[in-house]
T-cell receptor, first 113, second 113 residues
């Protein structure tokens, strides 16, 4: 079946540093990938839609200059949290679509000290 | 505003019980509805997907129903087991197969042996 991986699975960083999270579709090509964020006891919220070879589309309230998304190939999208702050601590999940179905990665737990 | 609500937020049952999780959505013009399972600190596993034209889907001990006109879905779990303990998320898609998912906050299920 379709498998999506994320790396790293967890990361702890100091405030002010940047963190890159990778999302890969392992056995299929995904023209569209989605990035979600989940705060404790809250819903998964869509942050942005990433299309291969074009600029990402960000949801309202998500700063595109803070959350940089690069979808350089059909199997890889990256999310970079720039100048991370403690309020950015969250669980970040990506998904990739194929055959009209979204497959989710295992998520990345980001903790900013 | 398109919102998804799940009730209850948490549920604890003894092993063997049948149980029902509820999901409601404010905009009935959905493309499809999915039920997911999320284990602590992990990604999402899709359990059942119901297209807007369907009334229910079944997989093993799970049965999901959809009443689009009233904006409701239920997930029925028969003969619950401790391994069913997880958070169950309901999500709806609007705008076609490439539309983004709107998630509820989930129901945290605990099945006690």
């Amino acid at each position: 079946g379709a498998v999506v991986s994320q790396h790293p699975s967890w990361v702890i960083c100091k405030s002010g540093t940047s963190v890159k999270i990778e999302c890969r579709s392992l056995d299929f090509q995904a023209t569209t990938m989605f990035w979600y964020r989940q705060f404790p006891k809250q819903s998964l919220m869509l942050m942005a839609t990433s299309n291969e070879g074009s600029k990402a589309t960000y949801e309202q309230g998500v700063e595109k200059d803070k959350f940089l998304i690069n979808h350089a190939s059909l199997t890889l999208s990256t999310l970079t949290v720039t100048s991370a702050h403690p309020e950015d601590s969250s669980f970040y999940i990506c998904s990739a679509t194929t055959s009209n179905t979204q497959y989710f990665g295992p998520g990345t737990r980001l903790t900013v000290l | 505003k398109q919102e998804v609500t799940q009730i209850p937020a948490a549920l604890s049952v003894p092993e063997g019980e049948n149980l029902v999780l509820n999901c409601s959505f404010t905009d009935s013009a959905i493309y499809n509805l999915q039920w997911f399972r999320q284990d602590p600190g992990k990604g999402l596993t899709s359990l059942l997907l119901i297209q807007s034209s369907q009334r229910e889907q079944t997989s093993g001990r799970l049965n999901a129903s959809l009443d689009k006109s009233s904006g409701r879905s239920t997930l029925y779990i028969a003969a619950s087991q401790p391994g069913d303990s997880a958070t169950y998320l309901c999500a709806v898609t609007y705008g076609g197969s490439q539309g983004n998912l709107i998630f509820g906050k989930g129901t945290k299920l605990s099945v006690k042996p």
